[in-house]
Structures are given as C-alpha cells and as structure tokens.
C-alpha cells in the first residue's frame, strides 16, 4: 500500500532538504562583482578617452574590449569560476552576454563546428539578440513618426 504524503508532510520535506539560502551575502557578492566589473569598464573607457577617442567612439570599443574579454576568459574556464563565485553580479554587465554567447557553443563543440558550435552559439543569446533588434526598429520607427511632428 503506497502512503501519500499530505501538503504538510510535504513542505516539511521540503524545508528538510532545501539548503538555506544565503540571501544577503549572495547580494552583497553580486554587488561587488558587479562593481568591479563595471570599475575595469571605466577604466578602460578612460583609457581610450585618454588617447583621444571621443566619448562615442571611446564606449564602442570599451564594449569590444570587454566583450572580448568575457569571451576569452569563457573560453580559458576563468569566467565560469567567477561567475560561481559572485552569482548575478557578472550576469548583467556585457561580459556576462558575451559568456553567454561562448558557454554552450563551448559544450557543443564535440558535436562539430557546423551542428555544433555554429548551431549552439546562440541557444541563450539569440533571443536577446531578436528581441532587442525588434524593440530597437520599433522605438526607431516610434521616434521616426513623432520626428515628423
């Protein structure tokens, strides 16, 4: 005969096995990687400034730059370990895209370049990318129509 647990019984387990969350110092972690990553963002945006980029031209190649560099540091295993380590807080800045773009075309590479890699590299990204292209045409065309007033 099979016992069936009640809600109680249930959430009682449940409790029992959940691990307890570590909610403040998970913030705290988050913030401060997040910090430090936006930080190396400054300072290399500064440093293009520095040798006489203009602010525009200075934030495309700072975005290149750490785009690259969360690309590369996916690729050599290091991003993932940071990433452990501080959670959320290398989710949102762009490295955390671009690891986004690199990890499962990485797990996909045994499969081939072509079914592999090339099918996988944008498993997570690509619907950002859709999306954020579709919203960018329709506040363009917004913007275009309200112009003409």
Known sequence: ???????????????????????????IKAFISGGIICVIGQFILSLFKKCGL??????????????FLGALLTGLDIYPKI?????????VPIT?????????????KTEGMVLGVGAKIFTIAGPVILYGTLASWIVGIIYFIISLF
């Open 96 to 108: 955390g895209f671009a690891n986004s773009v690199v990890s499962p075309a990485l797990e996909a």
């Open 54 to 67: 203009d602010t525009e031209m200075a934030g495309m190649a700072t975005s290149i730059v750490l785009i």
């Open 1 to 27: 005969m099979k016992h069936e647990m009640t809600n109680k019984e249930y959430n009682e387990y449940v409790k029992l096995k959940t691990p307890n969350s570590k909610v403040f110092s998970n913030c």
């Open 83 to 91: 990433a452990k380590f501080a959670g959320a807080g290398t989710i």
